[in-house]
């Protein structure tokens, strides 16, 4: 059983450098930002895959959203764009019933003042600019996008 | 071992209902993740179950037929679990590879995401205690120290299965279920801290007589403290001396005293460092002995005709046997040294011959007669198919043992071992 440590710890070491030399080192730097669109937009796509296996065309729109409304499927509308935010509950500082609460919804207030029951008089805080970009990796789209 | 199996599966299990398994496995990208997910979910949950392993429990020296085993597999649970992990890496950054070098290195930098970093740090924790278990020779008291921080790994290990954004947060069965085991494992954990902490079912002894019995063999004789340690001849104990020359981390040593004898003796080689050192204890220095472990004994078998074979300090759990055996049993014991001047309790043994018919003592002179094996002891004790057969010794020897019973067409559960080594 040492055999099976020492043969996967060297297949680990070997890719880990090779990885970590060719991204860090021998990487041009223009090509970043580049790759991290492709990056996320590929992604996206393979969302879209699971929730539409069909493979024709999906309207983003407000009844779509509508129909992600729990906490095992949930899509929220955040100032105007879409957001599949499932895999997040776990993660949420703020708990995960407070998300749940708006799924499937505009929540465009929840999320600037941090209260699910928000309304415009409510007074709150939005989130981080850290939160901000943690959202992103979930973004699917805009509100009414088409995607093929 | 079917239980260990059994719950390495079961996530599985809930993971493949969670999705249709041709959406998991339909592209590269699913393909490498799904099997990045497998990996983690199955190393969590083996590492979880190695800690369980390591809690020195009763139960488990029952289960496994002598705590000897059950570290045995300890190790290699160990190596799978840490394999597993170290593939869970490197299949999800495939994903990230297809795009580009860079998104795939960057995963690997800790920091960027806190809850992937928890993962990282736990990897590296891991990396570097296994090394030092398996490459890297370093003293056992040191080691040992070493090896109590993979609990911090652990806790690296469930901060990343946790936090991160993954099947396992999106699906409660599967959360709650790491989180079971994990909690259970660092009951564990508490458990054996504070058992050794404040001596809990441990057995009090004093020193009496630390007698040298040749060159490099020590025998140490402790006598009771309060309540005696009941125990079975052939079984081990681990001891922490408290005592000023020597370092008190418990080490395993088999009893060589008799179940029969008041006071508890153990028969220690100088293999250098620690076991160097037991010549410096005093009379009257407290032992703590924690114990009794193993399941090596004559007694546990039905079958009266046995044979025994020690090699070298492997006499131990043997003279403690031999000590309180009738005449309903035929044993034929080899005791294997490398010269005759090696061997102890050899006085002792002979005189236990001469009393009991049934018990044929034969010393073998590794220098005199070369090495035994298998067949010289199917003629000496005329045939082997009808006994069974008992040994301890170096792990050289004890391999060897096994093998050529094993190729003489012995069944397994006829032989019986016990690993001085684990």
């Known amino acids: ?19 970590l030399t060719a991204g860090l080192v021998f990487y041009q730097n223009k090509q970043n930002s580049q790759s991290s669109v492709v990056s996320s937009a590929n992604l996206i796509k393979n969302t879209i895959t699971k929730i539409n296996p069909s493979g024709g065309s999906l309207i983003l729109s407000i009844e779509e959203l509508s129909k992600h409304n729990n906490q095992n499927d949930c899509w929220l509308l955040i100032n105007g764009k879409i957001y599949d935010i499932t895999s997040f ?25 941090k209260d699910p029951n928000a309304t415009n008089t409510t007074k709150g805080r939005g989130h981080s600019s850290n939160a901000q970009n943690m959202l992103n990796d979930y973004y699917l789209g805009d509100l009414n996008q088409i995607i093929k | 071992m079917t239980i260990i199996i059994f719950l390495s599966i079961f996530p599985i299990f ?23 997910q497998i990996s983690g979910l199955v190393g969590m949950v083996l590492f979880s179950v190695n800690i369980i392993l390591a809690g020195r429990f009763k139960f488990l020296d029952k289960y496994f037929k002598g705590l000897d085993k059950v570290y045995v597999n300890h190790s290699k649970i160990g190596s799978i679990a840490f394999s597993l992990m170290l593939f869970h890496p490197l299949f999800l950054v495939i994903k990230y590879l297809i795009v580009s070098t860079r998104e795939a290195a960057l995963f690997f930098v800790p920091f960027i995401n806190m809850p992937i970093s928890w993962g990282i740090l736990s990897l590296l924790i891991m990396i570097i205690l296994i090394s030092l278990t398996f490459y890297i020779k370093i003293k056992y008291n040191v080691w040992k120290i070493s090896h109590k921080f993979m609990t911090l790994a652990f806790l690296f290990a469930i901060l990343h299965t946790m936090l991160i954004s993954s099947d396992v947060s999106r699906n409660n069965i599967l959360r709650y279920y790491i989180l079971i085991l994990a909690l259970f494992a660092l009951f564990v954990i508490l458990r054996k801290f504070l058992m050794e902490k404040f001596s809990i079912n441990r057995f009090k002894y004093n020193i009496k007589n630390v007698k040298q019995l040749n060159k490099d063999i020590l025998e140490i004789e402790m006598e009771p403290f309060g ?27 088999s009893i060589s005293s008799s179940d029969v004898d008041t006071n508890l003796k153990i028969t220690v080689k100088n293999l250098g460092d620690y076991t160097g050192t037991l010549i410096n204890l005093k009379q009257g220095d407290n032992v703590i002995v924690d114990g009794p472990y193993g399941n090596f004994s004559y007694k546990n078998v039905t079958n009266k005709n046995q044979i025994w074979i020690a090699g070298g300090i492997g006499i131990t759990p043997f003279y403690s046997m031999a000590q309180v055996l009738n005449e309903e049993y035929y044993i034929d014991f080899y005791y294997c040294v490398k010269e005759e001047g090696e061997a102890v309790y050899v006085k002792e043994l002979q005189d236990i011959a001469l009393k009991n018919p049934n018990f044929k003592f034969n010393l073998w002179s590794t220098k005199d007669k070369g090495f035994i094996n298998g067949e010289i002891m199917s003629t000496e004790s005329g045939g082997l198919a009808d006994k069974d057969i008992f040994f301890c010794g170096p792990p050289i020897l004890m391999n060897s043992l096994k093998e050529q019973f094993i190729s003489l067409g012995i069944n397994i559960n006829k032989i019986h071992y016990e690993n001085f080594n684990f």
């Open chain 1, 89 to 113: 509950f776990g993660s949420h500082p703020g708990g995960d019933r407070a998300m749940a609460l708006t799924c499937g919804t505009d929540a465009t207030l929840a999320y600037d003042k």
């Open chain 2, 14 to 36: 809930i993971w493949s209902l969670m999705s249709p398994l041709g959406s998991r496995f339909s592209d590269i990208n699913t393909i490498t993740t799904s099997l990045g």
């Open chain 1, 1 to 19: 059983m040492k055999k099976l440590s020492t043969v996967s710890l060297f297949i680990f070491g070997v890719v880990l450098i090779s990885i």
């Open chain 2, 227 to 253: 309540q005696m340690m009941t125990y079975l001849s052939g079984q081990f104990a681990f001891f922490s001396f408290l005592s000023s020359g020597v370092s008190s981390e418990s080490h395993p040593f």
